[in-house]
């Protein structure tokens, strides 16, 4: 058996033992007293709801919200628009519904015993209502995510959205993916033909699941155990072990029962069920709001170095997709300038939290100035790399071309704004709303010049066993 690793024996440059994955054989621990709302929702990371970054749709779905109008010139007209969206709510994946089945089944027998132990006995009265079929599928709330997104999106840009605009939809292969897709395009309303063919759904997974094509990304990062090393470390850490404690002696269980893996997995059971069916279930009681943090942090660390600014390769990885919504803009632009009509005013595409964490990491965005470690918790608290505020269910990064008249110079003609989860973002090198698309692509030449998928996913020619790649 491995021995733990601890935070000081991870480097910022680990030094990384190729290693198979090692298959999540493990129980999941769940918990359960009377239910009981404790601040949890703000704590699921990438479980969130999308409600959780807009709460203002809680009471109206429809919504555009406060600030809605932006801060264009009333000059300018929008000619495209690039929506690369995460699937909506879905449910837990075959593997999680099956341990969460042997926890069950667990603890119903140990509760037999356990009159004096009321979380334990309230976790036996709990309805094992999820099914291995339901596999990560997209739920009901899901679908609703998607359509009403869509409604919002064509409120907000509806010279876009107008009939017979020619909308491009795609989605990874994925079902929750594609069922998402097929939400949104409902959620347009019958009215909208799009040029009068129904749309269908094209699956595109070397831009929307790129990082399963990356072999570097797969072998050094997503198949290697030692490259969550910080992650490791913090499940053995001071914090984890004490909402292990805690929860232990909830669940009158000896605490050498309990193990991080159990315990994060109870606490996001307590987040489907609050996505999925807006319930507050019994799971979530054995969790203090700090104990949330903690969790939380566990699942940031994770997203930090597999998805986000760990390894260079997690963004890297993503330039396929940001040169090809480039690719389309220059397209545009060429387009309105010779008058043409443009080709693709709306392109949608439908991936996974996976493939927008590395877009977003690619571009600069919550990036914080010291990386995500296994002991600099406390010094993270207000940390910008927060996985649930970036890439909840049902998140969107919203790119929008414009033309503008009435401009001082010819660079000043074309200009882009940039939304994540329907909210402006500032560019870098301005810190505006607001870029000429010169300026734009100027700031990320680099990448888009430089950054060649094939050369950057290639794996290391040496065989070794240990390598400093990442």
Not at 162 to 170: E, G, K, P, Y
Not at 198 to 212: A, G, I, P, Q, W
Request: charged fraction near 25%; proline fraction near 5%.
């Amino acid at each position: 058996k491995r021995r733990p690793r601890s935070a000081s024996s991870c480097g910022s440059r680990a030094v990384v033992a190729m290693a198979p994955r090692r298959e999540a054989g493990l129980l999941l621990l769940l918990l359960v007293l009377p239910p009981v709302s404790a601040g949890l929702s703000g704590y699921f990371g990438t479980k969130s709801r999308y409600e959780e970054v807009n709460p203002h749709l809680v009471s109206d779905p429809l919504s555009l919200g406060p600030g809605a109008g932006g801060s264009l010139p009333a000059s300018c007209t929008p000619l495209q628009l690039r929506a690369v969206l995460r699937h909506g709510t879905r449910y837990p994946t075959a593997g999680q519904i099956r341990r969460l089945g042997e926890l069950h089944a667990r603890l119903l027998r140990r509760a037999a015993g356990a009159a004096a132990c009321p979380a334990a006995a309230a976790l036996a009265d709990w309805p094992m209502w999820y099914e291995e079929s339901l596999d990560g599928r997209l739920a009901p709330q899901g679908r609703r995510d998607m359509e009403q997104l869509a409604r919002r999106m064509a409120a907000r840009f509806p010279a876009l959205f107008a009939a017979r605009r020619r909308l491009a939809l795609a989605s990874s292969s994925k079902h929750r993916c594609l069922q998402s897709g097929a939400a949104f395009r409902r959620g347009l309303g019958p009215t909208l033909d799009f040029g009068g063919n129904e749309v269908e759904v094209e699956v595109n997974d070397s831009l929307m699941r790129f990082f399963d094509h990356c072999a570097k990304f797969v072998a050094l990062v997503e198949e290697n155990d030692a490259a969550m090393c910080q992650v490791n470390a913090f499940k053995e850490g001071p914090e984890m072990k004490k909402v292990l404690e805690k929860v232990a002696s909830a669940l009158c269980l000896p605490v050498e029962e309990l193990n991080a893996d159990l315990v994060q997995v109870a606490f996001l059971t307590c987040s489907y069920e609050l996505a999925i069916k807006n319930v507050t279930s019994p799971w979530c009681s054995l969790f203090s709001e700090e104990d949330a943090k903690v969790l939380e942090y566990l699942n940031d660390l994770k997203q930090y170095w597999k998805r986000g600014y760990g390894y260079d390769i997690n963004s890297r990885s993503s330039c396929v997709l940001f040169q090809d919504i480039f690719q389309h803009l220059d397209k545009a632009v060429e387009e309105s300038k010779s008058s043409k009509p443009i080709s693709s005013p709306l392109i949608v595409q439908v991936g996974h939290a996976e493939t927008l964490q590395p877009l977003l990491a690619l571009m600069g965005y919550f990036k914080d100035d010291e990386p995500l470690l296994a002991d600099n918790y406390a010094r993270q608290a207000q940390r910008k790399f927060r996985s649930g505020r970036i890439v909840p269910y049902a998140a969107n990064l919203v790119f929008v071309l414009y033309h503008c008249d009435h401009v001082n110079a010819s660079q000043q003609e074309y200009q882009v704004q940039l939304l994540l989860n329907e909210k402006l973002l500032s560019f870098h090198h301005s810190n505006e709303t607001i870029s000429t698309y010169t300026d734009l692509k100027d700031y990320y030449k680099d990448i888009l010049e430089n950054c060649h998928f094939k050369e950057e996913c290639e794996l290391p020619k040496v065989n070794v066993t240990a390598v400093d790649e990442l």
